[in-house]
C-alpha cells in the first residue's frame, strides 16, 4: 500500500507598510479644538494582497467607491459620521487615495470605513458606545471593492501624521504547485470551514475578532484566488484540493493550515494571503471529496508558513528621508535562513545602495556581498509632494542551527544615511523529540491498530491521531513534551536509541527504571515505571527532569520530562459507533488526564465519610478539558469539550440480556478500571458542595453558569462538565438533538425499588439516573433509556456524554 504524500508550504503573507503621507503644515487652523475647520487631507493606503505587496498590480483593479467618517470621543463615545462619495475621493494609484476629512468638535479617534453603508447601528451601542467592533458583514467578500477600516487619533492628524492604512475584512487563499510536479495537475480547492462572516473592525489584527460564527460548506472548486472571512477555532478550517496524479481521475487531498512546519494549527486572520504551493507528491489522494473530509490530513503531509517578504512593521523619519524595517522573526530551531525586509527613500547618486547591514551575533551571517544580492521592489512615488521614490529589499541571512532545547535571539541593524533600526531574529530551541536519530518508540499500548505508529512516539502524538494531548486543548498546560506512564493500570514502556558517545543517563530512580537492551539489532535505553500500579499524580516539570542523556561527542543534552498524571485510551468497535449516537462520532486515541476529586458518601450505616474518586478531567470522546457554553460568545466554540453522546444500554429485557443485569455498554465505555460514574459519586460530590453551579464571566465580560467540580489538585484546581444537551433516537439519520442549554451526564446507576420500582417490575433495569443542569438548577433525575413501556424496547434511545471514574 502506498502512502500518500502531499508536501505543502503555505505562504502567509501580510500587508506592507510602504511610506506615504501627506503635509498639513499648510493647512490654516480653524473653528473646532481638534481639526481645522476646512478639514485635513488625509492619504488613504489600501494594503496589497499579492506576493510583493508593495508592487503595482496590473490585473487587481481594487478600488475604494465610498467612505464613512465615524467620530468618537476620548470615552469610544459615538459623536456622528458623514459620508464622502466616490467623486470626492482622489485616486493616487497604487492603491493610494487622497479624501479631506472633517470631524465635530470633541473627537478624540476617525474611523474609516470604505465600500459599505453604515448604519447608527452599526456605529454605537445600545449604550452610545463604538459598535465597530460587533457589527458584522456578511456574504461572499468583493476582492474587487473590499470593506475596508481604519482608525487615527486626532492628536495624530495634528502632529503631522496624515496617512491612514484600511485594512481589508476579510483574507484569501490561493494554490500553486512546484513547476517541476509535471504529474500533478491541480483543477480546483475548496476551503471548508470558514466563517459567513466578519466584523467590520477589529482591535487587534492579530488575532480573531469573533470567536463564535457559523461556519461555510462550499459547493464549487474553483481556481485563482479566494476570498474568506477570517475564522476562529484554530484548525477548524482546511482545505482540499481536487489534482490528477500521473494523468490519472480527479483525487483529493486535504490540507490543513498549520505553523512553521509543526502541528500547531494557524489562526485565519483578515488581511492576509494564504498561499499554499504543492511541492511534493508522491500519490494519488483520496478518491472522493467525502473520503478526504472524514480523515485527518495525511501522515506524509508537511506544512511550513513562510513570510518571504515580512511587513515593514516601524517606521521613522528625518527631513529628507525615511526607514522602515519588518517586525521580528521567528524561525524553528533547525532552519539556516531567515529573510528580512526593509525600505529606504535615500538616494545616492541616483542609487538606493546607501544602507549597511550589520549583524551583533555569531549564528547569524549577513552575505558578504548583501548590497547585490539583495532582491528589491522599486516603490512607486509617495504622496508627499517633495519625497523621492524608494526601494523594498529583501535580504536572506544564514543561521547556524540552534542545538540547544532553549530559544535565542539575535539582533540585525539596518542603517540608511542617519537612521537606524534593529530587527530582531528569534531562532527557537531544537526539538530533539523529532531528532531523527533518536526516534523514541512507544510499547504495549493496548487496542493497537494500523494508524497507530508505535515507532515514532512524538510524530504519532503531534499527528492529531491522539486527540486531546496539545496544550490549547489542556488549558495551556504541556503535556506533548516528553513521556507518559499511566495511572492506574500501566502497561507502557518506551525505546530511546542509545547512540555513539552516549553517557550513562540520568534520571530518578524512585519513579522510573532505565536499563540497556538491543532490540532488532539497535541499541536502546528501554524506560519502564518503576512505582507499579498506582493512582498517583506526578510531573517531572515540579521538580526535575526525570531522564537526561548527554552525549561526549556532540556535547548536546536531551531531555525527556515524565508524566504519570493521565492516560492513552483508544474509542473503538461498538463504543465508537453502535453506542453513540448524533451528526459524528467520538473514535480514534484520546488523552485523558486524572484529577482526585472528594464525595461525601452514606455507609450503610447511616453515617457519612469522606471518599476520594479518580476522576478523567474530561468526558468520553472529548478532546480538551475546557468549558462549552453556547450562550455565550467565547465559549460557543468550544463543543469539543462535550465528548460522546453514548447510550448507557441496550437491553431488550430478553432471557440473554435482561435489563436488570445486562451492562454491556458500560462496560465497553470503560478504560481499565475507570468505569461510569455512578449516582453514589455524583450525588457525593454535590453533598460535598464540590460539584457545584457558579456564575462566571468570559474575557468578553460575558456572564454565563459554569457546572465545575472542585479537584484536590494544585495544578489543575477545577474541572468542568460543559453543557451538552442530548441526543435522542432510533439511529443517526433519526436522531434529533434537544436541551443545549443543559449540562447532562448518565451514571451507571439504575432506578433502585426503593426510588420507585419493585425488583420484579418489568421496569425494573430501563430507568437509569442522570445529572441534569440547567441554569441555576441542579438535579439527579431519572429516565427511560429506550421507548416503550411494560419491560418492552421500542428502540428510540436517548444518547448523553459520560464520565468516567475509579475508586
Known sequence: ?????????????????????????????????????????????????????????????????????????????????????????????????????????????????????????????????????????????????????????????????????????FAKASVTKDSKLTNFEITGFKLFNTATKGTIATKFLDKVALSSVDYTHE???????????????AGKAYMIIKAKYNGGPDTFYKVAFLNNGTSTPMDLLRNRHYQVKVTAVNHAGYSSEKEAKDNLPENGLSVEVVDDNPPIMKMIACKDYELGVCGKQTVLGNAEEATITFVTTKPEDSKYNDFSVVSHDPWITVPTDYKSEASYINLPTTARPNSSTGRLYTIKLTLSKNCESDAHTGIVTITSGDLSLDVLITQKGYDFRTDKNRIVRIRDLENKSSDLNQDDYFSWMDSKQLQGIMPEENQGRVRNDGLHFFVGKNQVYYLIPKLQGDLPPTYNHSLVNVEEITDGGNNFYKVTLATGDNYERWLSSEAVTIISITNARTKITVSYPVYHVGLFAQLTGKAATDYQLGESKAS????????DVEAKVT??????????????????????????????????????????YFKISESDNSDQYPAKTDDRVVEALAIGDFKVCDNKCL?????????????????????????????????????????????????????????????????????????????????????????????????????????????????????????????
Open 219 to 233: 459547493e464549487a472548486y474553483s481556481m485563482g484566488e479566494h476570498p474568506f472571512y477570517e475564522t476562529p477555532v
Open 603 to 644: 455507609k450503610k450505616d447511616g453515617t457519612t465519610e469522606n471518599k476520594i474518586y479518580h476522576m478523567l478531567d474530561r468526558n468520553l470522546g472529548a478532546t480538551n478539558n475546557g468549558y462549552y457554553s453556547p450562550s455565550t460568545t467565547a465559549l460557543a466554540g468550544n463543543e469539543g469539550a462535550i465528548g460522546g
Open 588 to 595: 480514534g486515541w484520546y488523552y485523558y488526564e486524572m484529577v
Open 1 to 169: 500500500m502506498y502512502i500518500k504524500k502531499l508536501t505543502i508550504w503555505l505562504f502567509m503573507l501580510l500587508a506592507m507598510v510602504s511610506t506615504a503621507c501627506s503635509d498639513i503644515r499648510d493647512i490654516v487652523g480653524g473653528g473646532t479644538q481638534d481639526l481645522p475647520s476646512d478639514g485635513v487631507v488625509l492619504t488613504l493606503k489600501l494594503p496589497n494582497f499579492t506576493k510583493n505587496t508593495v508592487a503595482t498590480r496590473a490585473n487587481e483593479q481594487q478600488q475604494i467607491n465610498s467612505l464613512c467618517v465615524l467620530c468618537y470621543d476620548a470615552g469610544d463615545n459615538y459623536l456622528g459620521m458623514s459620508t464622502i462619495s466616490s467623486a470626492n475621493i482622489k485616486d493616487k494609484g497604487d492603491d493610494t487615495y487622497d479624501v479631506k476629512v472633517k470631524a465635530v468638535p470633541g473627537t478624540a479617534t476617525l474611523h474609516i470605513v470604505a465600500n459599505t453603508t453604515i448604519t447608527e447601528s452599526d456605529a454605537k451601542d445600545a449604550d452610545g458606545k463604538n459598535n465597530l467592533y460587533n457589527a458584522t458583514r456578511d456574504g461572499n467578500p468583493n476582492l474587487d471593492a473590499p470593506v475596508c477600516w481604519g482608525s487615527v487619533k486626532v492628536e495624530d492628524l495634528l502632529s503631522g501624521s496624515t496617512k491612514l492604512w484600511l485594512f481589508r475584512q
Open 683 to 807: 450525588q457525593g460530590l454535590i453533598d460535598n458542595n464540590n460539584l457545584e453551579i457558579v456564575e462566571e464571566k468570559t474575557h468578553y465580560g460575558e456572564k454565563y453558569n459554569c457546572l465545575r467540580i472542585n479537584t484536590d489538585e494544585r495544578d489543575i484546581p477545577q474541572i468542568f462538565i460543559p453543557m451538552s444537551g442530548y441526543y435522542e433516537g432510533k439511529n443517526d439519520e433519526d436522531a434529533v438533538y434537544k436541551d443545549s442549554y443543559h449540562a447532562n451526564l448518565w451514571t451507571s446507576s439504575r432506578l433502585s425499588d426503593y426510588q420507585g420500582f419493585s425488583s420484579t417490575s418489568p421496569e425494573y433495569g430501563f430507568w437509569y439516573l442522570y445529572l441534569d443542569a440547567f441554569g441555576k438548577s441542579l438535579n439527579l433525575s431519572n429516565y427511560r433509556f429506550v421507548s416503550g413501556s411494560s419491560g418492552k424496547n421500542k428502540g428510540r434511545y436517548r444518547a448523553m456524554p459520560v464520565r468516567l471514574v475509579a475508586e
